[in-house]
T-cell receptor
Framework: EAGVTQFPSHSVIEKGQTVTLRCDPI?????LYWYRRVMGKEIKFLLH????????ESGMPNNRFLAERTGGTYSTLKVQPAELEDSGVYFC?????????FGPGTRLTVT | DQQVKQNSPSLSVQEGRISILNCDYT??????FLWYKKYPAEGPTFLIS?????DKNEDGRFTVFLNKSAKHLSLHIVPSQPGDSAVYFC?????????????FGSGTQLTVLP
């Protein structure tokens, strides 16, 4: 069974540019989560999809972040325009129960 | 304010000995807890979990203990192996209601010395 995959693995962009991260969850998992780890600190929740619906987006930092999950399969997280403080590792996770399975993450560097 | 805290950023243990990683939480609504292991450039990998109705869960070399009155849990690894060297994250969740996100601690870097 394929795990959670994320693309790209790394992205380096300049301040003000736009970046789109993609996550493909484990097939059949209705729950999809986005998390972020900044500067080696704790992993922080961003938002939660159940199928194509946003269940909880209380962790989204501001309106420069937009997440979608059209069709309830893969999800994208767009940052526009990117700021320096957006740098970090963005993780996606999927689940059908309390146990969440994480992807390898996308390391975003904003210069 | 962090609801899940791992106060030791690092821990070094000799191979074959016991590793004990600690985690404290403040939110009494948390009713399940998980430990994840993370290697560099990889995502967190699920290790073991425990429900709040239990005080111990064991899986091979890994045992998680939960003390609800103290809002404290610990992960014991016996015997420790060099391949266990990684960052260990404690995470907590609430199983009821619609909020299903995990709240993580800041991690503990475990180094097992050969």
């Amino acid at each position: 069974e394929a795990g959670v995959t994320q693309f790209p693995s790394h992205s380096v962009i300049e301040k003000g540019q736009t970046v789109t991260l993609r996550c493909d969850p484990i097939s059949g998992h209705d729950n999809l989560y986005w998390y972020r780890r900044v500067m080696g600190k704790e992993i922080k929740f961003l938002l939660h999809f159940v199928k194509e619906s946003k269940q909880d987006e209380s962790g989204m930092p501001n309106n420069r972040f937009l997440a979608e999950r059209t069709g309830g399969t893969y999800s994208t997280l767009k940052v526009q325009p990117a700021e320096l403080e957006d740098s970090g590792v963005y993780f996606c996770a999927s689940s059908q129960s309390e146990k969440q399975y994480f992807g390898p993450g996308t390391r975003l560097t904003v210069t | 304010d962090q609801q899940v805290k791992q106060n030791s950023p690092s821990l070094s243990v000799q191979e074959g000995r016991i590793s004990i990683l600690n985690c404290d939480y403040t939110n009494s609504m948390f009713d399940y807890f998980l430990w994840y292991k993370k290697y560099p450039a990889e995502g967190p990998t699920f290790l073991i979990s425990i429900s709040s109705i239990k005080d111990k869960n064991e899986d091979g070399r890994f045992t998680v203990f939960l003390n609800k009155s103290a809002k404290h849990l610990s992960l014991h690894i016996v015997p420790s192996q060099p391949g266990d060297s990684a960052v260990y994250f404690c995470a907590a969740g609430i199983s009821s209601g619609s909020a299903r996100q995990l709240t993580f601690g800041s991690g503990t870097q475990l180094t097992v010395l050969p």
